[in-house]
């Protein structure tokens, strides 16, 4: 028996960092999707949780009976009530990560490592099992990779314990009903707890309900577009971690400095990501609409951008891509943690393939890896019996 789940990552068309403070914030889901798999050991005598992380080519086992003694105060798992792991549990599960040795070059897995151990004990308790990770996206980049890993982990898990209804016979992916989709977002938001440190939510909301969403101090509003959104995305391949643009060298200790200056900053974006939603919403019956709606979303991105720069999250990498597209008339601003990570362009509906080409082109020169991403569709899904 093996069971799989996939989850999407994300863009932030505009909010991020903002969204952490109160602000609303406008995401979408993309076609790229990190896979979680869960299998039992056939061997009767393989008493272990073991994690296989396909992309970092890391390894790691640990025997129940380590788990079960560091974990002595977990008590049965309860998979209906998704938990905050306490500042004890926290330190129980270092030491389980710790001595794993994982090189420093790769230290920054370890938080995904503890959310994995976290979630895997809260929901299943102390079962031993395989689980393998393997992604789509690029990891530490602004694509929402950290709240997919826990949201594809929330659904495997969820899906074999009795707190959601999953149709065992149904062949290929299906989706969950929506009262499972709440655990398991607030399963998947406790993991993202441990690698980000203070999330919005919005990121593991995105990549639980799919499509495009508002989103504001923890409350989702659905949204559908009503006109074509085309995004080039750009990786300038500067490494970043979230937790440390959060809450350490940047928007957190800039907001204690100039609380006033920054709320302001704050309400601007609220503003932005309200506008942008409104002009997404509404109608654009021809052409000519169509465009004076593009050109109202790119200045609003580039509204965010300058806003985004004020927060002190870009990067020399970033400033470039904004260089460079500029040239060709085109407005970008970074999307994720930023400090590096990945670059939004709007893409016209008219502009033509080969000035795509060309800028494209101009940007892989420079070092960077350009994709276009399907914005929108399903959110998480599982595959019982893993045959897709
Ligand atoms: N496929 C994966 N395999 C292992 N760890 C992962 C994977 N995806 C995400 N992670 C964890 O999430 C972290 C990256 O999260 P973060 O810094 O928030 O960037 P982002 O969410 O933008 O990709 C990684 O360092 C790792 O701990
Ligand atoms: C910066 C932030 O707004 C988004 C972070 O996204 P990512 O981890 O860089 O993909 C943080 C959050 O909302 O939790
Ligand atoms: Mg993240």
């Not at 980049?141 to 659904?155: D, R, T």
């Not at 314990?161 to 989706?175: I, L």
């Not at 300038?236 to 979230?242: D, P």
Request: with cysteine; net charge negative; charged share 20%.
């Amino acid at each position: 028996m093996e069971v799989k789940a996939r989850a999407p990552g994300k863009i932030i068309l505009s909010g991020e960092h903002a969204v952490v403070h109160g602000s609303t914030a406008v995401a979408a889901s993309i076609d790229l999707y990190t896979y979680a798999t869960i299998s039992f050991p056939t061997a009767e005598n393989d008493d272990s949780l073991k994690l296989q992380l396909k992309d970092v080519a890391l390894e790691f086992s640990w025997p129940i009976g380590r788990i079960k003694e560091a974990l002595s105060n977990l008590g049965a798992p309860s998979s209906s009530t998704p938990t905050s792991c306490s500042i004890e549990s926290v330190k129980s599960i270092s030491a389980l990560v710790d001595e794993q040795n994982i090189p420093e070059a790769k230290i920054a897995l370890a938080s995904g490592v503890s959310a994995f151990l976290w979630l895997y004990t809260s929901i299943r308790g102390f079962k031993p099992a395989t689980v393998v990770v393997t992604s789509d996206l690029p990891l530490g980049s602004g694509l929402g990779s950290s709240a997919s890993f826990c949201v594809a982990l929330s659904a495997a898990l969820l899906a074999l314990s009795d707190s959601v209804n999953v149709d065992a016979q149904h062949q290929g992916w299906s989706m969950f009903g929506e009262p499972d989709l709440e655990l398991l977002n607030n399963w998947a938001f406790e993991g993202e707890k441990i690698i980000h440190g203070k999330p919005s939510g919005i990121d593991n909301t995105v990549s639980t309900y799919g499509n495009m969403i508002k989103f504001r101090s923890g409350n989702l509003t659905r949204i559908t577009s009503k006109m074509p959104l085309k995004m080039l995305v750009t990786n300038t391949k500067v490494g970043r971690n979230t937790k440390a643009l959060v809450a350490g060298v940047s928007v957190s200790e800039r907001t204690l400095r100039h609380p006033n200056a920054m709320s302001f900053v704050f309400n601007a974006v609220d503003s932005i990501s309200n506008d942008l939603a409104n002009i997404i919403l509404s109608p654009a019956p021809d052409d000519v609409s169509i465009t004076e709606k593009e050109e109202k979303l790119e200045e609003l991105m580039e509204m965010n951008q300058g806003l985004l720069q004020c927060m002190g999250v870009s990067h020399a990498s970033i400033e470039t891509v904004l260089r460079t597209t500029l040239k060709y008339k085109l407005a970008s601003k970074l999307t994720g943690a930023g400090g590096g990570g990945c670059v939004l362009t709007l893409l016209p509906t008219l502009l033509s393939g080969t000035v795509v080409d060309k800028v494209i082109a101009e940007l892989e020169s420079c070092g960077f890896q350009c994709l276009i991403a399907r914005i929108g569709g399903n959110g998480v899904e599982i595959c019982i019996g893993g045959s897709s």
